[in-house]
């Protein structure tokens, strides 16, 4: 017995000691990290040189952020860690513009196999590189692989260019949607589905009451994406001299099946080698065979100060006026919210800033999100409308921004979208499952409860909702749904039962939600900010951007201390690994009524 006593108490202070030592050096690797850190960014702000005869390098697969993210580890890196943080699409508007004037850029070079943002980026990225063309400087594309999201910016290229024994993708767009009903059949858990009054198109409880599209579903993603398909060759066939007949025909009967096929149908220009496309980079830039091509990344390019570089007279700094742009990004919830997700307290809190700031004359919000909880929509809205009394409000949509991504947006002054955005969902659901049947027969688990009253135990996993209570929240929804109708119908200034009729949890692309008056303007972020200062009569200003975000340094410390899991998850994944486990994150922070669209649409 004693040396059963002497081997525990060995065992446990030898592990005690451990992790005091694994703690300890865990300490000295991390104050090490954050020591490097610091130096390195110290070093790292001398001023961005542009060569003369620059190409500007634009790489399609970038992440497209709606905000820059600034990390911890921007300036040094960590093998088998994710420190790509990808360019703002503020950032990159304003390069692409600086760039066009900029004596030192003598063209851009388009790269990426894909693209990495959604529909309505990939517009904005378009039109920006349609608009640098008017300088006159040349735009080349050039990759092994364009996938159609690339190849739909690529085209606006004045020369596109594949790999030898490259490939591109052209075969149309499609929809594609699981449904989980059968599974939860099989695990004996039933769904008690409710949705606000007639919002058949409201189809984000389809999959776990179906095994297919409804026929309205059915129809709403069949104009979606036949819509968004149109635009794309609509702008492919302006630039590149090709009908859009041929190249839905073109798509149809798959005729690219080698890369010379591409060139033959004049979807591009030519095959080359890197060492090829080097030496007509040369001939375009005037440089003899064995001269250097100077070559600035787009990221690199967006830290100069292109303000001081086009000779204002005025430093930023000395700027009084400001118009705030407020990033509302993700699903909506209660409480408080970051960079990938919108709380309620957070951005009442950044709206009420920019509505009190006697500096600021002017508000942009932009709204990147397929809704979420009907009750912090609420709140949000109601300083939204608050703001919009005192001050010009306007709100810029990005790839989306529907259900309660829109309600939060209905009392704006003006409203701008892309022709891809995806907008709309006006309508309110709860999904609630019942799983008897799942504890009882698969579990072996039974339940037994006593209670006071008749309707105590109301939202029990274990029994399903009787008639009366069904009827409970069927109002319930009915009464949200109403007051979402009521408050568009009052925002945009038409009836209720206009707004009836195109609602009912139908999705809209933004160029038809412009044509039925849900958007006032197509446009940019950029476009939104240009109206909202014409309206606060500015001519010079400073940007605003809110909500506040958190040092790096203490937004990497706190997210290890609150969610270790998010953190390193964020760290280690790629972005389209880390794109679904935010999905399950999402979901299972998902309390209340929702207002939100479920699916996500990407061009790829």
């Known amino acids: 017995m004693k040396q059963f006593i002497k081997y525990l108490l060995a065992s446990t202070i030898g592990t005690v000691l451990g992790l005091v030592l694994i703690i300890f050096i865990s300490g000295i690797i991390m104050a090490g990290i954050i020591s490097s850190a610091v130096m390195m960014a110290g070093s790292s702000e001398k001023e961005v040189d542009v060569k003369p005869s620059s190409v500007l390098v634009v790489d399609l697969s970038e992440r497209m952020l709606e905000r820059s993210q600034p990390t911890p580890f921007e300036n040094f890196e960590i093998e088998g860690v994710n420190v790509d943080d990808g360019i703002a699409m503020l950032d990159f508007m304003e390069s692409i513009e600086a760039a066009k004037a900029d004596s030192n850029i003598k063209g851009i070079l388009l790269k990426g196999m894909f693209f990495s943002g959604g529909l309505s980026k990939a517009g904005d990225v378009r039109a920006a590189l349609e608009d640098f063309k008017e300088s006159g400087k040349f735009i080349i594309a050039y990759d092994e692989v364009m996938t159609q999201g690339a190849y739909y910016i690529s085209s606006v290229a004045d020369e596109v260019y594949l790999f030898q ?186 709206i009420k800033k920019a509505r009190e700031e006697e500096d600021v004359k002017a508000i942009v919000m ?67 499952p019942e799983m008897k049947e799942f504890f009882n027969d698969k579990l072996g688990v039974t339940f037994d409860v006593v209670k006071t009253n008749d309707h105590a135990d109301l939202g029990t996993l274990s029994r399903p909702f009787d008639e009366a209570e069904l009827a409970l929240f069927q109002g319930y929804l009915d009464q949200i749904y109403s007051e979402f109708v009521d408050k568009v119908a009052e925002g945009r200034g038409k009836s209720y039962d206009y707004i ?52 790096p340094f203490q937004k990497f410390i706190s997210e290890f201390a609150g969610n270790t899991r998010v953190a390193i998850a964020d760290l280690v994944l790629e972005e389209e690994e880390m794109k679904w486990f935010r999905k399950v994150e999402d979901i299972k922070r998902m309390e209340g009524v929702q207002m939100r669209m479920l699916y996500d649409i990407d061009i790829r």
Not at 328 to 336: H, T
Not at 339 to 350: N, R
Not at 403 to 421: L, M
């Open 165 to 350: 024994e490259g490939a591109l993708d052209f075969r149309g767009m499609r929809s594609e949607i699981a449904f989980f009903k059968g599974t939860l059949d099989r695990l004996g858990i039933k769904t008690q589905v409710i949705r606000g009054k007639n919002n058949v198109y409201k189809s984000a409880v389809e999959p776990f009451m179906r095994e297919n599209m409804s026929e309205e579903n059915r129809y709403q993603l069949t104009e979606l994406v036949s819509d968004i398909w149109d635009v794309m060759i609509t702008d492919i066939s302006e630039s590149r001299g090709v009908s859009t007949d041929e190249l839905n025909r073109i798509a149809d009967e798959m005729d690219i099946r080698k890369p010379e096929d591409a060139v033959s149908l004049k979807l591009i220009d030519g095959l080359m080698y890197q060492d090829q496309l080097d030496a007509h980079l040369r001939e375009k830039l005037g440089l003899e065979e064995d001269d250097d091509i100077e070559m600035i990344k787009l990221a690199k390019y967006a830290e100069v100060d292109h303000k001081e570089m086009d000779g204002a007279e005025e430093k930023i700094w000395e700027l009084q006026d400001q118009v705030a742009v407020i990033y509302a990004n993700g699903g909506i919830e209660s409480g408080k919210g970051d960079d990938e997700t919108i709380g309620s307290e957070t951005l009442a809190k950044a």
């Open 366 to 432: 932009r709204v990147n999100s397929p809704g979420g909880s009907a009750l912090a929509s609420e709140v949000i809205w109601r300083e939204a409308v608050l703001a919009s009394e005192e001050k010009p409000l306007v709100v810029s949509f990005g790839d989306v921004a529907a259900s309660g991504g829109y309600y939060i947006s209905t009392h704006a002054d003006r409203i701008f979208a892309q022709p891809n955005t995806i907008t709309g969902s006006i309508g309110a659901f709860g999904l609630i």
């Open 500 to 551: 009836d009729s195109i609602g009912r949890g139908r999705v809209w692309t933004g160029q038809d939600a412009l044509a039925i008056g849900l958007v006032d303007e197509m446009g940019s972020l950029q476009d939104a900010i240009d109206y909202a200062a014409e309206e606060a009569g500015l001519e010079k200003y400073d940007l605003l951007e809110l909500p506040k975000q958190k040092d």
